[in-house]
């Protein structure tokens, strides 16, 4: 995200870039990053006690993350936010400095009725990032934008590091997993203006040519959690 939204002056130079997105937009959608079918947890949480329920993702810049994920079944929220560091520098202009301890993140909350952790780590490592990269996707660079995890209680930690060992195993990716996983960090939301991003600016160059082919390739290899009407975050989140 930095390559484009600094370098073309933040928010208020999105409208300037609209129109190199829509020449963008009308190329086919091909992205820098190709998901990768894989099988889902072995083992997962067990059966769910409650409706509600929280997961936290990082995986590079978090509008392509929102975007997917507010496109899942089950999902009833997905706020773009920060994770890994404190309060004090839970901003866009300190995160991307790369030395806030922060990662641009997404909190999820869904129904564990309606869809297990397990199915959104799926949906995390085979469609919303490539989880080989090493702080870093796509154009963008640094520790702000690595593949993390953090979980929300020992069961969901536990099912990650279960699963990242799963994949490792079977050899699905080209690369062992960069993921890290990261307990006992707490989460910070985000801009207001990141918040439905995609949804927001399909025509966005970056949206364009990173993201929207993410949407795709859930609807394409997940097409039964996938819901063509994003759940979107409300204001005041």
């Given at each position: 995200m930095n390559s484009f939204l600094k370098n073309y002056g933040g928010p208020l130079a999105l409208a300037g870039a609209?129109?190199?997105?829509?020449?963008?937009?009308?190329?086919?959608?091909?992205?820098?990053e190709v998901a990768v079918v894989i099988a889902p947890p072995a083992i997962d949480e067990p059966a769910p006690t409650g409706h509600t329920a929280t997961a936290i993702f990082a995986g590079g810049c978090f509008w392509g993350v929102q975007g997917v994920f507010q496109h899942v079944k089950g999902v009833s929220n997905a706020v773009s936010g920060y994770a890994g560091g404190d309060g004090r520098s839970a901003n866009y202009d300190a995160v991307s400095g790369g030395d806030t301890g922060h990662a641009e993140s997404v909190k999820i909350t869904y129904d564990p009725a309606?869809?297990?952790?397990?199915?959104?780590?799926?949906?995390?490592?085979?469609?919303?990032?490539n989880p080989t990269e090493l702080n870093r996707q796509g154009p963008d660079s640094g520790t702000q934008y690595r593949s993390a995890i953090f979980p929300q209680s020992p069961v969901q930690r536990s099912v990650a590091e279960k699963y990242i060992a799963?994949?490792?195993?079977?050899?699905?990716?080209k690369k062992p997993l960069a993921t890290r996983i990261?307990?006992?960090?707490?989460?910070?939301?985000?801009?207001?203006?990141?918040?439905?991003?995609?949804?927001?600016?399909?025509n966005h160059p970056y949206i364009a040519f990173n993201d929207l082919p993410k949407v795709e390739n859930l609807k394409r290899i997940a097409p039964d959690v996938y819901r063509a009407d994003p759940v979107l975050v409300r204001k005041g989140l």
């Open positions: 609209a129109i190199f997105g829509v020449a963008l937009w009308q190329q086919p959608a091909v992205s820098a309606q869809i297990s952790y397990g199915k959104l780590l799926q949906i995390f490592f085979s469609v919303a990032h799963q994949l490792n195993a079977s050899h699905v990716f990261e307990m006992d960090k707490a989460f910070y939301p985000a801009e207001a203006y990141h918040q439905n991003f995609l949804t927001l600016n399909p």
